[in-house]
T-cell receptor
């Protein structure tokens, strides 16, 4: 019911590069899709959420959902060292329960 | 400041010694939840509570207990901790039907 795949990385990119992260899922009942960002020694914080197929932009961040192919993506443009963190995809199901992917560690090298 | 506060942040204990990790939120949120985070396994839900006196099992509830006697507090109880409960624990809360979880800073527990 909650199956999702997320490549844990780590992913190292030079500053200014575009970061692309993906999660695939198998359950069509998933309702909302989210990306959380977790800095080292901190709790996760919500970065973006969406419930429909298509793109949603917020500054340098774009969340993309393709419900027909069952994948969600996060793109970070003009990546900065401050973007170095673990990014977790998440989804809601059932009675507003949330479940998370394993997380993808990103390192942006100055 | 709106926040979720967990204590202790770090704890080393021994097998079988009961411990409680406290969680408190000041946002009047109905929903609260506990997660554990392990390398390679990600965040897994232990227990959650939709409101006062309403709790339910998550995906990995074995070895844990919770209670929700007040809206702001949601303690996690390990009656007889074992080494496989060594982990990083997060408490989180959200309002009603919102999907926006606010997490605490985490509690790193080591059971020897």
């Amino acid at each position: 019911q909650k199956e999702v795949e997320q490549d844990p990385g780590p992913l190292s990119v030079p500053e200014g590069a575009i970061v692309s992260l993906n999660c695939t899922y198998s359950n069509s009942a998933f309702q909302y899709f989210m990306w959380y960002r977790q800095y080292s020694r901190k709790g996760p914080e919500l970065l973006m959420y969406t419930y429909s197929s298509g793109n949603k932009e917020d500054g340098r961040f774009t969340a993309q959902v393709d419900k027909s192919s069952k994948y969600i993506s996060l793109f970070i443009r003009d990546s900065q060292p401050s973007d170095s963190a673990t990014y977790l995809c998440a989804w809601s199901y059932g009675n507003n329960r949330l479940a998370f992917g394993k997380g993808n560690q990103v390192v942006v090298i100055p | 400041e709106a926040q979720v506060t967990q204590n202790p942040r770090y704890l080393i204990t021994v097998t079988g010694k009961k411990l409680t990790v406290t969680c408190s939120q000041n946002m009047n949120h109905e929903y609260m939840s506990w997660y554990r985070q392990d390398p390679g396994l990600g965040l897994r839900q232990i227990y959650y509570s939709m409101n006062v006196e309403v709790t339910d099992k998550g995906d990995v509830p074995e070895g844990y207990k919770v209670s929700r006697k007040e809206k702001r507090n949601f303690p996690l109880i390990l009656e007889s901790p074992s080494p496989n409960q060594t982990s990083l624990y997060f408490c989180a809360s959200r309002a009603g039907q919102s999907n926006v979880l606010t997490f605490g800073a985490g509690s790193r527990l080591t059971v020897l």
